[in-house]
């Protein structure tokens, strides 16, 4: 949701955010239920109220990944994104700026060395750019595994009779969220179509490797035999080939800047947070909306400091490395301390939702049961505030200029 507001002035129009709330599913109610399906909590905006639409901003959207790319690069001029290239190697070059190496398809020449202004490794939590980092003297950071394993998919509603005939089902809702013992179960409608079905179970590090797809039906089938409904029916109305399994590995940040030169990191290169509060894609997000706008500042601040202060804060302006480098290290001053949180949050959530001992499984379901979904709210509104935006003004503005 916070991901949402940043995209909300990324346009003028808020065209962005409203781009991508339209091919995602509005999650206006959280139903938590524990594996027997008694319901623990619900948790519902209370500043939608019923029956009235809400903003893109204002309630939890679900989309896939693929939905939520093709929002974004529709929104690209044409041709700025070029696929199709993997990353190798980078170096900085006397000047401050990045040359940036590419790995070669079999049995084709590598493409083109690029000389650039800024690398963003984006690359995700076996990062290759952070790998590079490091060559380069940055502190080694390691991906930590959780001793979790999931089983994933994408459910074709029509196979339960379809979305309006589910829904109904589920009460008018569009998600569960269900707490077993050292397991969790997670599903909610993405698309007019589809639901995303999620299955979490304790597992050795390695052991999901080389499992077929039809094993990882049946161990699902299995996992899910006696969970509430609808679990068994979505592991059901999966097919084996469509199953994703996986072990569910984070990244905790760097308490410092994770960057060095012109080069820095975005999303699950620089942090990788474990699912349970959906945090994952929405930071990357927050990563590269904070980086645009602080780039722009630092450009803005000095078109403004060179036409004497007046009127050209928003005129096109080149900024020198050094002045990129100072906006890059401000991008992750300003990130590190909220991903930190977020990391700490969702690595405590994820371990007090799995439940791994009957004490804990008592005191979850005890606190989902007799919290009020108001302080439940409350205790989470940090994830979701947010109050920066493109058209304010450059704050270090001064630490800026003088490192031109
Ligand atoms: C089971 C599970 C459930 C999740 N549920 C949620 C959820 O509900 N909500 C949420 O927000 N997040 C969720 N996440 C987390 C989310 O998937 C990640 O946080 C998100 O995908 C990170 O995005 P990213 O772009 O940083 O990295 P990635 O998605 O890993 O993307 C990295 C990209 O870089 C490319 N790449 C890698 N190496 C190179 C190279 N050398 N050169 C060029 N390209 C390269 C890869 O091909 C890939 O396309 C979940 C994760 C898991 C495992």
């Known amino acids: 949701m916070r991901a949402m507001r940043l995209l909300s002035g990324a346009a003028d129009d808020a065209s962005l955010a409203h781009d991508v709330a339209a091919v995602g599913v509005a999650d206006a109610v959280v139903v938590m239920m524990d594996s027997s399906g008694r319901e623990l909590t619900r948790v519902r905006d209370a500043s939608v109220p019923p029956g009235v639409p809400p903003q893109p901003d204002q309630v939890i959207r679900n989309l896939t990944r693929p939905a939520l790319q093709r929002a974004l690069y529709a929104a690209l001029p044409p041709g700025t994104v070029v696929c199709g290239a993997a990353f190798a190697a980078a ?50 950071r390691r991906p930590v595994y959780s001793g979790y394993r999931y089983y994933r998919g994408l ?55 080389g499992v077929s797809p039809a094993e990882a039906k049946q161990h699902l089938m299995e996992l899910c035999k006696g969970y509430p409904y609808p679990a068994p029916q979505m592991a059901e109305a999966l097919e084996g080939g469509a199953i994703h399994l996986g072990e569910l590995w984070s990244m905790p ?49 000095k078109a403004a400091a060179a036409s004497g202060g007046g009127g050209a804060a928003n005129a096109a302006c080149r900024l020198s490395p050094a002045e990129v480098e100072a906006a890059l290290r401000q ?7 909220h991903v930190q949180r977020v990391y700490h949050f969702s690595t405590s959530a994820f371990r007090s939702g799995v439940g791994e001992s009957w004490l804990g499984r008592l005191r979850r379901n005890w606190q989902y049961r007799l919290m009020p979904a108001w302080l439940m709210k409350k205790a989470t509104a940090w994830l979701t505030e947010c109050t920066f935006a493109w058209d304010e003004a450059p704050p270090a503005a001064a630490a800026v200029a003088a490192t031109a």
């Not at 760097?254 to 929405?282: F, K, M, N, R, Y």
């Not at 991008?331 to 590190?336: D, K, T, W």
């Open 253 to 301: 940040p760097s308490e410092e800047v994770w960057g060095a030169g012109c080069i820095t990191l975005a999303g699950d290169a620089a942090h990788a947070v474990l699912p349970t509060l959906g945090q994952g894609a929405g930071q990357g997000v927050e990563d590269a909306v904070t980086l645009a706008i602080t780039l722009h500042r630092a450009a803005a601040s």
């Open 331 to 337: 991008y992750e001053a300003e990130r590190g301390p």
């Open 155 to 209: 459910v074709d509603l029509e196979k339960l009779g379809g979305a309006d005939a589910w829904v109904a089902s589920l009460g008018g809702t569009n998600n569960r969220i269900i707490y077993g013992a050292s397991e969790t179960c997670m599903l909610y409608q993405v698309s007019p179509t589809h639901a995303s079905f999620a299955r979490y179970c304790p597992a050795p590090e390695g052991s999901s490797r």
């Open 91 to 140: 170096k900085p070059l006397p000047d401050g700026r990045v040359e940036v190496r590419f790995e070669a398809a079999a049995g084709e020449a590598p493409p083109e060395a690029a000389v650039v202004d800024v690398l963003v490794g984006a690359d995700g939590i076996r990062s290759s750019v952070r790998s590079q980092l490091e060559k380069m003297g940055a502190p080694p």
